[in-house]
């Protein structure tokens, strides 16, 4: 989960600190999770998701 969110946030040149502000989570929700540190419920997986313009189906590698 964590390395698809950071592929994903690196190849549109999106740093840390603005997919946080953007998807309005907490601070350090998007480093925690992309180090694999800790998961998130689905409701910051979809506001993360909308915010990189991707299906939250993109970060768990699951069929469209």
Excluded: C
Excluded at 19 to 32: D, E, T, W, Y
């Amino acid at each position: 989960l964590g390395e698809r969110v950071r592929e994903i946030r690196k190849g549109q040149k999106m740093t840390q600190q603005e997919l946080v502000f953007h998807a309005k989570v907490h601070g350090n929700l998007v480093s925690r999770v992309e180090r694999g540190e800790m998961g998130t419920n689905i409701l910051n997986l979809y506001k993360i998701a909308k915010v990189l313009d991707v299906d939250v189906r993109e970060f768990l590698d699951l069929p469209e």
